[in-house]
């Protein structure tokens, strides 16, 4: 067993652990303890956009419950910690003890030079978006508010002190499936990484891990502050949740992803 995980605790986290367990390669996992799946509106929203707000994070939720379930346990020795214990002595020990090959993070915050320097292991982390054109938080949002849902995926990519900047190890893109929703849509992504990243990681030579393509394109790195309850009037009102299916019916045309695999 060569993989330790470190990862946030939603249910995509989860289903990603449960996966890579599996294979039986992963000896350790690290759990931060994430915000609330479903958040609360923020104050002085209008009736419309506080409504839209509860219906856009419980659909969220409705489609990870789908996809992935709710309550999974995984039968390795885990770490739960907190935010602010993420880069703590308990975290280091852990990797030390452990000693693993190769570690992947995936939904947690950053990882300080500290916490990758603390074993002799090549540090990965699972972006929830295609780098370089999608980096940053909230990346399975923002191709469907672009009117470009085929631009929602997953990036396997070296950790560094560069937010989501590392050479790319490995990327998918989600299937377009008629009457999928954003949050559909998003899941399915998930799912579909994780499964295919399986089959990687059980094929790789843990001692010869091969390294990232550097990305030379800066694309567009989105911050918590650039989304507001306001985008979702575009989502849920103008385009009623069918980004998808509109671009089927060649109602919306847009880039098409160039993926990387190193593995």
């Known amino acids: ?3 330790v995980l470190i990862t946030g605790d939603h249910p995509r986290h989860s289903h990603l652990v449960e996966t890579l367990a599996n294979t039986g ?5 690290i759990c931060e303890t994430r915000e609330s799946f479903e958040p609360e509106p923020p104050t002085g929203l209008s009736d419309d956009l ?3 707000f509860r219906l ?3 659909r969220r939720a409705e489609a990870e419950e789908e996809f992935f379930g709710v309550g999974r346990t995984v039968d390795v020795p885990t770490l739960s910690v907190t935010k602010d214990a993420l880069n703590g002595d308990r975290v280091l020990a852990f990797l030390t003890d452990h000693a693993p090959k190769l570690v ?6 950053k990882l300080s030079a ?3 320097n603390s074993c002799d292991a090549v540090f990965w982390n699972t972006h929830g978006g295609l780098s370089p054109e999608y980096r940053g938080v909230i990346t399975h949002f923002w191709p469907s508010y672009f009117l470009e849902p085929q631009m929602t995926g997953m990036t396997l990519h070296e950790t560094t002190d560069f937010l989501d900047g590392g050479g790319i190890v490995f990327q998918t893109a989600g299937s377009m499936i008629r009457g ?3 949050h559909h849509l998003a899941a399915r992504t998930v799912r579909e990484y994780t499964e295919r990243l399986a089959g990687k990681l059980a094929a790789l030579d843990m001692s010869a891990l091969p390294s990232g393509k550097i990305q030379t394109n800066s694309g567009r790195l989105f911050m918590s502050t650039d989304w507001r309850p306001e985008h979702l009037l575009l989502i849920y009102r103008h385009h009623e949740d069918r980004i998808v299916d509109q ?9 098409v992803p160039r993926l990387i695999s190193e593995i």
């Open 180 to 182: 999928d929703g954003l």
């Open 56 to 58: 856009h994070f419980r």
């Open 247 to 255: 671009v089927l019916d060649g109602e919306i045309t847009g880039r």
């Open 114 to 116: 500290a916490t990758r």
């Open 50 to 52: 506080n409504g839209l």
């Open 25 to 29: 390669l992963v000896s350790g996992w």
């Open 1 to 3: 067993m060569s993989i």
């Open 104 to 109: 992947i993070s995936y939904g947690c915050h």
